[in-house]
């Protein structure tokens, strides 16, 4: 019984020290935790645009990858690459990550967005009625023309180059309409002339190329184009390529070639905006029909600011831990690391302070009967009349019988052993 009350004693002075170095370390975790970032969402939305297109192609790409992390993508198709961006800059809209096309985004006017990385080359393509001369834009002058559907980037495109080309709707006729109604319309003679931004070769287009009505117009100034926006490419498309039992195109084409961007608000996880910069460079480092291998995805031609995560993923990678781990895995244990380093930090000091607060709290309950023992000697040497050593008699036997109570563990047994030997010696003065 005894000894169960000793080791009770030793636990509650361990316990007076440990316990508030608990709750400071418990309070660092609290304050530590409002500046991790919350964990990655599960499933991410991405706005394409047309169902056939390639924005939609990509995403659906990027979809199955991200599905081996355990991150399902939602594939939202639009009007185009306006539209996305409008959705982009509302929150509201729950869409996540957009595609867009490369001159129509505005930076001031959305400087929440910021580019994560442009993946391909996606050429304009301009498919003419036969008997339309020349391989200028000017051309086209006094013609019909469908320009895209409102919200696309092809209609944004469009309308750039044909007003600069000195074409406006006061000099020939746009139509809003695009896809399958704009080469319905073409292959019918309604429409003259209609332009198309694509990465990849539609079944819409497989099927003009084999009109013989129709063509595609050769951008003969193409390098003056890109000169003077700086957004657009130069594309050669070979002789042959689009379909070599037609032989078309029957020569070399030159065309201009906007950049596909992923665009993201500056609020996208960045675990998430590594994830897709890893789909994105499985899908679009092989290249393409119009993208050189090796060439995407890359950190320049956005109109939007590089990300500071996309910054650094081009520069060095994924993180080691994404790069050993399981995705998730990887996002808990670089979670746990936020915390865990604070808190080190905060407690190796503590635990070097603990033991020595502790030794200085069990001495104290031997030092702190010395400075009773002085003041009774003192009195002793300043009056030795025998009332006054009764008196001091007395109050040396309650001390005796205070520290005849203390406890201390067995290690500081020496120290207390040594007070009674003191107390000892100061009767010996007394009597």
Known sequence: MAKAKETER??????????????????????????????PPKTITIATGAADGAYSASAESYRKILAEAGVDVKVRHTAGAAENLRLLTDPASGVDIAFAQGGIGDPFGAPELMSIASVFLEPLWVFVRADVPGDRLTGLKGKRIAIGVPGSGTRALAKTLLVASGIDD????????????????????????????????????????????????????????????????????PEGVLALDLNAPPGDLTLVAPTAALVARNDLHPAIVDLVLGAATRVHQPG?????????????????????????????????????????????????????????????????????????????????WYKQLRE??????????????????????????????????????????????????VRTLVA
């Open 170 to 237: 006061e000099n020939a006729t746009f139509r809003s309409i695009g896809g399958g109604e704009a080469a319905g319309a073409l292959e019918g003679g309604e429409i003259d002339a209609m332009f198309t931004v694509s990465a990849r070769v539609s079944e819409t287009m497989n099927r003009l190329l084999r009109n013989p009505n129709i063509r595609i117009l050769n951008f003969s100034r193409a390098e003056a184009y890109k000169r003077l926006y700086l957004y657009l490419s130069t594309v050669t498309v």
């Open 288 to 368: 393409s029909l119009f993208s050189p291998v090796g060439a995407f995805p890359s950190p320049n031609y956005g109109d939007f600011s590089l990300s500071d995560d996309a910054r650094r993923y081009f520069k060095s990678g994924p993180t080691f831990l994404r790069r050993v781990l399981p995705f998730w895995a990887a996002v808990m244990v670089e979670r746990l690391l936020i915390l865990l380093v604070p808190l080190i930090t905060i407690m190796i000091p503590l635990m070097k302070i603990a033991p020595p607060a502790y030794r200085w709290g069990v001495r104290r309950k031997i030092y702190r």
């Open 10 to 39: 030793d636990m509650w002075d361990i316990l007076k020290i440990y316990v508030p170095i608990a709750l400071l370390v418990v309070a660092g975790f609290v304050v530590t935790w409002q500046f991790v970032d919350p964990a």
């Open 376 to 425: 009774l000697e003192a009195q002793m040497r300043a009056d030795e009349s025998a009332g006054n050593r009764e008196e001091l008699t007395r109050q040396l036997d309650k001390i005796q019988i205070q520290v005849g109570q203390l406890h201390v563990p067995l290690s500081y047994a020496e120290n207390l052993y040594h007070l009674r030997l003191h107390i000892a010696f």
